[in-house]
């Protein structure tokens, strides 16, 4: 095994995913097997892909060719550093869901879970061939499977109406996308029907056709990453899948888009200009501010989540964009910061993703909710999914010492470099874009106060139907194992941007100044020490040091002593559950300042209402601005068309003679 | 030799079955027939491949790779229709919409049709071509009109007529063309053979060549159903028996356009501009944005297919028209898959109509649940048609995009929009079908579903991967178009 | 101007045919329709004589014979035969008024005249003008086919354009190949006989042969 | 520099800014008590509420879950970790590269968030409505929060206060007008984050006005007192912070021994200044509705905004 070689590995590795899948099929029969074995298998799996991952950055890149594929073009694999950077994140994410996935699924009915574990492992194989496709076809083939098979996982409960039209919109969009990518290769390539990516890179395009190139590419991956407007697929479809599905979902397979983006931007088209790169700053500020604020108003938790599952591909485009601007404008150094930075974020977002939304698996499991008003003190019920759970939203909140807050201090870091810019309209822009950055974030961090002391804390908001009972070894498994990569990711920051360091270096010959590297793996320090820097260890040390200081001292100077009454509540004697917030009434500010920003319906009821009752609901104007009236438009000329269709045989007779005399016409 | 059978049998097989067609065997035996066409076809397609083209009977049947490899499609799904209609028009005949007589008249017809079609395909003489076309469409007039209900009256009338009218274009484009071939090639047979005008097109004259294509287009592409000639083309697949549908979709528009793309290569030849190219290419735009936009409209699941097929095939054309060697290839390509894969969709669909009692779209809900075999095949046959990898329509389609991003920029952006409102019309219909509460009743006899899934694997394959011969096939057939 | 005689001869009959084909146009009743077709029929196979005679292509005699046969004696028997079975005699309305038709017809005429020119130059057969004419038949019936609204007129209306086809064959190329006239005349025979059960089945499904029944397959 | 002198003012500022934090209230109280021609009660006065509620037994509703105790620990720990890294008493501490200011907002956000889940934990109208509150104080601050650390960080290419200090006060001197926008817009942003007048009001218990004391009502003895305490370190912080960007003069080196007593001197001299100008203000101005919040805010925002494009425009 000499010169077994990363992609190699890679490619065993999606096989065996889809033989898991095909076994998982023949176990119709006994669904046990499938939770008992195939999963557990795939987990296995995912944990060797992440190793490879691993070991790809490290190594140089290793490509090789399938026997199959078009007559001129078998399917190219490659695995270079960035490719092994994104089956580093798939990997990893993907063995804690596969994990939860075995507790989860363990009492599905077997004529549901049989095609269900197919379309599961299809998916990930899928999803890693999209990462170490190395030509234009294979890339389309992998992604569009991707699309759907995991189109066939959110129509898995396909007797609910709203699952089907979520799918439906879901397969739509990214069918659209899809065909506007394979536009953009085919702008890419020179005709010479040569397809693999190494003759796109040469193509080296300019001007007016690079910038299509760039367009395309930018709707395409932007409709599948739930880029704004193109996003309303997401919080439709992610909610209707099943939990581990959504988590994979909102946790890797958005990333599979910002993989594109990142490889066809800045390796296939090459040569950026600094306005592509304000095009993917704007659009990221805008979608990840718009994302939170409809966070906020959501009360249906795993829509909740897939609302910041835009706010956080915002924030990714805003490290994105930084790089394209200070690439495009000449600076690879702080470029290379804006990339690591986005792509970081691209890693934690998946595992803090993956963790809350498995933990909102677990709440559904237990008790069956997915509405919020309808929970309350569930961290008396579930102690564990709470711990997990709270970690996971301290995570996303973008709190020190946890992963989030890394990658967001990363963008600011890269948004300070703006002085270096020449265009002082770009250089004032960039910081006010940070600040945009700063309001979401607080944002988050209120909407995950919302969720976790709604959900979790507080007294229950009714009887639940069944005693919730704690989450299954397996579940927990998999949210611990998540959670433990919230806390390395968050701790080690260090050792994670020298990994991406190198695959920045791969991919854009740019990387950190040495001084970056030089302050020792317990300060981060981007730039260098002088500038910036942060040290979560000791973040973390300290205030454990606090707390358990202040413990102890409290009780040697005073003492300890506790004991238990009812809340006090300012003396107010009656206390019902339902005097404390609902999800609603916790995004009551947002919804008055940021009113512009919602379509808010409201029926107030009248003054002699006997039983009065109060109904507001929070629309997504993109609906009614953009997508209805491109439907009613389409209608409309198909109305139009329908004309020619009028069934009297004359006039068929008539367009077949004005066709012949107008082409004898033009003939002449 | 084998050439003798392939043309011989089917003629055979429709004397026989014109007698014994309402036998209780009579299904048995029409199978039986295009297999043994199938087998025929196949040693052709391998005695082709091992010695290159071969000119029979005094140069007037001719084989190349180009119609050698829609020889041994038609005979294949031919023989596969004839699989499907085998339950198919026993159900028919069990729910009382046939009598005897008829399943008779339509098993003769189906085998003289197979006849009619490969002997367009095989003939060297464009004139034979002509008469074997019209040929086609009286059988098909025929079997269109089986149930004899109103609307299957009407529909067979308006096919009748517009192709009639059509065909008679063409005709006048082929005598356009002796015309011009015989200042060449002098007065008689030789002048109306294939081979032989393609090798003199260069010095054949361009002002009637230009006419005749006009001519020919007009009267072969109302076959093929371009956009606007092709009103008659929905009400035939929607009102005919559903096999026929099938080989109507699957076969005979692939035999139009062969004939379109043969006359194609020699204006082409004689003009040396792109002047025929240009035309199939507007024609080709302009079916498959009508088709789209028309798609949304349907409430008939078998009009619904057939506006598809009505925008396969200018995708086709479009390819064809664009002319190069990806291009054609593509369009080739697109050909095999588009027939397989459409005649594996009419065959679901047919069940699909059988078990719910109506064509209705409305009407048919849940298949996965009352029939998964077949909610499964609609489903998958539905994603396969509408370009969604790993089926080989998107490998067609890819080159074909790719190519037109090339070549002609202008039509990439219609062509976005008209595969983007295909696949909004076609999925947002077909998914309520496949997926949701069933409502079905039992069939009385078991539905052939063996087809439809060996159509869908072999449209899975070339998708993934083409087997070198057949991309052989395809690279010679393309040098040939040019 | 100096033709030769048959050459003269044929032009008279392009004439005639000319003539023919605009008397259908405008003619009212179906029964003198058919037999205005059958005359086309007849001053087809006289034109065809001619050529093969003054030419000497043995093969058009042949072909004249079909014709003859077919067209002059087949054909208007069976759709006799038809319209007596169907009591169909009335009258044929038209979608537009006679003079208009007319009219689109002159201008046909025109178009087909200029149209057929430059191939008419370099035609080397001796009856090269008459391209143009058989070419202004073919658009005039195709004309005919879109205004009548009854399905036996449109039926001859085909034949007629079937007819001008056959014209310009004979007259531009002195006929096409044998077995291809053959394949034709075939198919000519075996259109007329299916037209022959449809009318039936129309006839029995809609009472009616007007082709305004036949309007119920459409969008919306 | 050396380590040991460096440890040893890390320590020596950590634990002085520690006792020193509730004496700034009491003199902020104190100017205040004056101020309205009351005699206060004494600067000393927040020193004895503490030890007073850390000698209660503490109080606990039936459904405090276990975060609902461990919160004023992390309050605490958050707090007295953020005084340790602002440079006070000296620049450049071993402690001072754990964070820049960034980082700062960010540990005062996990402090935030804390709270407000502690006082949604009982599931009180009160709790609930506390925290919705100061949430939307906090994501309405912090933005205008980083503009204005931004700017100052723009003219010093560096984020670390250390840097920061050194840039502006141990160089000669010069005159930044983005600086002044900065001022004021911090100035506001303090208001807000520290729950005084005009935002909130730090006296009051009438529950409709409540926002941060809303939030600990369930909170007694020892939790209470740690609560307080870390409530009068963030003041301390932000105050300090303050001193630290726009009058850095006087802070010393880290074990420059010589400095530090001028140091010392310079740092009580601004706070009592700083509190006897907040006592002020907050007798000036009277508490606002709590949805004219966002304008005071969205103001703040704005002049920090501003003051970065002066920077860009002026100071180049």
């Known amino acids: 095994m000499t010169n077994f070689q990363p992609v190699e590995a890679a490619v065993t590795l999606s096989v065996i995913w889809i033989g898991l899948g095909a076994i998982g099929l023949a176990c119709m029969r006994a669904p046990k097997l499938i939770t008992g074995v195939v999963f557990p298998a795939g987990a296995l799996v995912s944990l060797a892909l992440a190793a490879t991952g691993l070991w790809a950055i490290g190594a140089s890149p290793s490509s090789a060719i399938l026997p199959a594929g078009l007559p001129d073009l078998p399917f190219h694999v490659r695995v270079d550093a960035l490719s092994g950077f994104f089956l580093l994140l798939l990997g990893g994410v993907s063995f804690g869901i596969s994990l939860f996935a075995c507790g989860y699924f363990r009492d599905t009915r077997a004529t549901t879970l049989a095609p269900l574990s197919l379309q599961y492992h299809v998916f990930l194989a899928s999803m890693a061939l999209v990462l170490i496709a190395d030509d234009a076809y294979l890339f389309m083939v992998t992604w569009e499977s991707m699309a759907l098979s995991s189109y066939f996982l959110v129509t898995t409960e396909h007797h609910d109406e709203r699952n089907r039209r979520a799918g439906f919109i879901y397969l739509l969009i990214a069918h659209l996308g899809a065909i506007s990518i394979l536009l953009c290769f085919g702008v890419l390539h020179g005709g010479h029907g040569d397809y693999t990516f190494a003759a796109l890179r040469a193509a080296d395009l300019h001007g007016f056709w690079a910038t299509v190139a760039f367009l395309l590419a930018f709707f395409g991956f932007g409709a599948k990453a739930g880029m704004l407007p193109l996003h309303v697929w997401l919080p439709e479809a992610h909610p209707a899948a099943p939990s581990p599905v959504s988590a994979l979902m909102s946790g890797v397979m958005i990333k599979t888009a910002i993989y594109g983006m990142v490889r066809v931007i800045f390796d296939l088209i090459g040569n950026i200009r600094w306005e592509w790169g304000l095009t993917v700053l704007l659009f990221g500020a805008a979608t990840s501010l718009f994302g939170v604020l409809f966070a906020l108003m959501q009360h249906d938790l795993k829509r909740l989540l897939a609302y910041h599952s835009v706010e956080n591909i915002g924030i990714i485009l805003i490290g994105i964009g930084l790089a394209m601007v200070f690439i495009g404008s000449g600076h690879p150094v702080a470029g290379a910061l804006g990339l690591i930075a986005g792509l970081y974020h691209t890693l934690n977002h998946a595992v803090f993703k993956g963790l809350l939304f498995l933990g909102a698996g677990a709440i559904l499991k237990s008790t069956g909710l997915r509405n919020l008003n309808e929970m309350g003190g569930l961290i008396r019920y579930l102690p564990h999914t709470a711990l997990y759970f709270l970690i996971g939203a301290l995570a996303i909140s973008a709190l020190p010492p946890l992963n989030g807050f890394v990658s967001e201090w990363l963008t600011f870091q890269a948004s300070l470099q703006a002085p270096q810019l020449a265009s002082s309209v770009v250089r004032s822009l960039v910081p006010i874009v940070a600040a945009v950055l700063a309001l979401s974030g607080a944002l988050t961090g209120m909407c995950f106060v919302k969720v976790y002391g709604i959900a979790f804390l507080g007294q229950r908001r009714h009887e639940y139907s069944v005693q919730p009972d704690e989450a299954s070894g397996w579940e927990r498994a998999g949210m611990l194992w998540l959670a433990i990569a919230c806390f390395a990711l968050g701790l080690a920051p260090v050792f994670v941007i020298g990994e991406l360091n190198t695959v920045c270096l791969a991919l854009t010959g740019a990387g950190l100044s040495d001084e970056a590297m030089a302050s020792g793996w317990l300060w981060l320090a981007p730039t260098s020490g002088a500038q910036a820097s942060y040290s979560p260890v000791v973040f973390l040390l300290v205030i454990a040091a606090v707390f358990g200081l202040t413990f102890v001292l409290v009780r040697h100077f005073y003492h300890g002593r506790l004991r238990r009454a009812d809340p006090w509540d300012c003396g107010f004697p009656a206390q019902t559950s339902r005097m404390q917030d609902s999800a609603d009434a916790f995004g009551q500010p947002i919804r008055q300042i940021f009113a512009p920003a919602f379509l808010i319906k409201r029926e107030i009821p009248r003054a002699d209402d006997l039983q009065p009752v109060f109904t507001q609901s929070v629309e997504d104007r993109h609906w009614y601005s953009m997508y209805l009236p491109i439907a009613r438009f389409t209608e409309f000329l198909s109305g139009h068309f329908g004309r020619l269709q009028q069934g009297r045989i004359s006039v068929y007779l008539l367009f077949s003679f004005m066709t012949l005399i107008a082409l004898l016409v033009f003939a002449q | 030799m084998e050439l003798m059978f392939v043309l011989g049998v089917p003629f055979a097989g429709g004397i026989m079955l014109g007698f014994w067609g309402h036998r209780h065997f009579a299904p048995e035996l029409n199978s039986g027939m295009s297999l043994l066409t199938f087998l025929a076809a196949a040693g052709l397609t391998a005695r082709v491949i091992a010695d290159g083209p071969v000119l029979v009977w005094d140069g007037n049947f001719f084989v190349d790779s180009f119609n050698v490899f829609l020889v041994a499609l038609t005979a294949f799904v031919a023989f596969t229709t004839s699989l499907f209609s085998r339950p198919y028009m026993r159900i028919e005949l069990a729910h009382g919409r046939l009598t005897p007589n008829r399943l008779r008249l339509y098993h003769s017809m189906y085998q003289m049709f197979s006849f009619t079609m490969l002997l367009a395909l095989l003939t060297n003489n464009v004139g034979v071509l002509w008469v074997a076309m019209e040929a086609a469409t009286l059988t098909t007039v025929l079997l269109v009109s089986l149930y004899r209900t109103p609307a299957s009256l009407e529909a067979a009338w308006k096919y009748f007529i517009l192709c009639g009218v059509g065909l008679a274009q063409a005709l006048f484009g082929t005598i356009l063309l002796y015309f011009a071939a015989e200042k060449v090639l002098g007065p008689g047979g030789t002048a109306l053979l294939w081979t032989q005008l393609n090798e003199v097109k260069g010095g054949l004259e361009p002002t009637v060549l230009g006419l005749a294509f006009v001519f020919l287009l007009v009267g072969y592409g109302t076959k093929v159903g371009l956009a606007p000639l092709h009103n008659w083309l929905p009400d035939a697949h929607a009102e005919g028996p559903t096999p026929i549908s099938a080989v109507l979709s699957g076969l005979l528009l692939n035999v139009a356009l062969y004939a379109v793309v043969r006359a194609k290569v020699l204006v082409d030849g004689a003009l040396g501009t792109h002047f025929a190219g240009n035309l199939m290419m507007g024609f080709g735009l302009l079916s498959v944005v009508v088709a789209a936009f028309l798609l949304s409209r349907q409430k008939d699941i078998k009009r619904l297919f057939a506006y598809s097929s009505i925008e396969h095939m200018g995708l086709m054309t479009f390819a064809f028209g664009m002319g190069g060697a990806l291009a054609t290839f593509a369009g080739l390509l697109h050909m095999t898959v588009h027939s397989l894969t459409k005649s594996a969709i009419f065959f679901t669909v047919g069940h699909a109509a059988q078990k719910s009692g109506t064509q209705i779209m409305a009407d048919i809900r849940g298949l996965i649940g009352s029939n998964p075999t077949i909610g499964w095949g609609l489903m998958i046959g539905s994603l396969a048609i509408l370009g969604m990898p790993p089926f080989g329509v998107f490998a067609s389609e890819f080159m074909i995009l790719t190519a037109a991003m090339h070549q002609q920029p202008w039509a990439t952006p219609f062509l976005l929009v008209a595969l983007g409102v295909a696949f909004a019309a076609i999925f947002g219909k077909v998914q309520p079908m496949v997926f949701g509460e069933p409502s079905a009743k039992r069939l009385p006899h078991r539905p052939a579903l063996v087809p439809v899934f060996v159509h869908l694997a072999i449209v899975l394959l070339l998708g993934l991967y083409i087997p070198p011969y057949l991309a052989g096939w395809y690279r010679q057939a393309a040098q040939l178009i040019g | 101007m100096n033709l030769p005689f048959y050459a003269q001869l044929i032009n008279l009959c392009a004439a005639l045919l000319l003539l023919l084909a605009f008397a259908m146009l405008t003619q009212r009743r179906i029964l003198s329709l058919i037999n205005l077709f059958a005359l086309q029929g007849m001053v087809l196979v006289a034109s065809t004589l001619v050529i093969s005679y003054s030419t000497d292509q043995s093969h058009l005699y042949y072909s004249a014979l079909l014709t003859f046969v077919l067209k002059v004696l087949l054909l208007p028997w069976i759709l006799h035969r038809l319209i007596r079975a169907l009591k169909v005699r009335w009258d044929v309305e038209t979608v537009i008024n006679i003079p208009a038709t007319m009219l689109i017809g002159i201008v046909l005429v025109i178009f087909a005249f200029n149209l057929a020119a430059p191939i008419s130059e370099i035609a080397g057969t001796v009856t090269k003008s008459t391209l143009g004419i058989a070419t202004a038949c073919i658009l005039l019936a195709f004309l005919m086919m879109i205004t009548r609204r009854k399905a036996v007129s449109q039926v001859i209306g085909f034949l007629a354009m079937e007819n001008g086809l056959l014209f310009a064959a004979t007259s531009a190329t002195y006929g096409m190949p044998l077995v291809v006239e053959l394949g034709i005349a075939l198919d000519v025979l075996v259109g007329t006989l299916i037209f022959g059960v449809f009318f039936f089945h129309i006839r029995e499904t809609f009472e009616s042969l007007d082709i305004h029944h036949l309007e119920k397959l459409k969008e919306r | ?316």
């Open chain 4, 1 to 316: 520099m050396n380590v040991a002198g460096g440890i040893v003012f890390q320590v020596l500022q950590s634990v002085l800014v520690l006792l020193l934090a509730p004496l700034m209230l009491g003199w902020v109280n104190q100017c205040r008590a004056w101020l309205q021609n009351r005699s206060g009660a004494g600067i000393w006065q927040p020193y004895r509420v503490l030890h007073k509620l850390f000698h209660k037994d503490a109080v606990l509703a039936h459904n405090a879950s276990p975060l609902f105790r461990a919160t004023p620990y992390i309050l605490f720990g958050c707090m007295w970790l953020a005084v340790g890294i602002v440079p006070v008493l000296a620049t450049s501490l071993p402690f001072a590269p754990a964070a820049d200011v960034i980082a700062l907002v960010g540990l005062f956000a996990l402090a935030r968030v804390f709270v407000s889940l502690a006082g949604m934990d009982v599931g009180t109208s009160f709790g609930t409505l506390g925290a919705r509150r100061e949430m939307m104080i906090g994501f309405l601050a912090e933005p205008a929060m980083l503009m204005t650390l931004f700017t100052a960080s723009l003219i010093s290419h560096s984020t670390s206060l250390a840097t920061i200090v050194e840039t502006l006060g141990q160089r000669e001197f010069v005159i930044y007008p983005s600086m002044a926008f900065a001022a004021i817009a911090f100035l506001m942003v303090l208001l807000a984050e520290n729950a005084r007048i005009p935002i909130d009001n730090p006296s009051t218990h009438l529950e409709l006005t409540m926002i941060h004391e809303a939030m600990v009502l369930e909170y007694s003895a020892r939790h209470l007192a740690l609560i307080e305490w870390a409530a009068s370190l963030k003041l301390t912080a932000y105050i300090t912070i303050g001193i630290a960007i726009f009058v850095p003069w006087g802070i010393a080196q880290a074990g420059d021994w010589a400095a530090l007593p001028v140091a010392l001197a310079a740092l009580l001299l601004k706070l009592l200044a700083a509190g006897a100008g907040l006592a002020l203000l907050e007798t000036l101005s009277a508490k606002m509705r709590i949805f004219r919040a966002p304008e005071f805010l969205g103001t703040a925002f704005l002049l920090a905004t501003l003051g970065m494009l002066t920077h860009f425009l002026l100071e180049r």
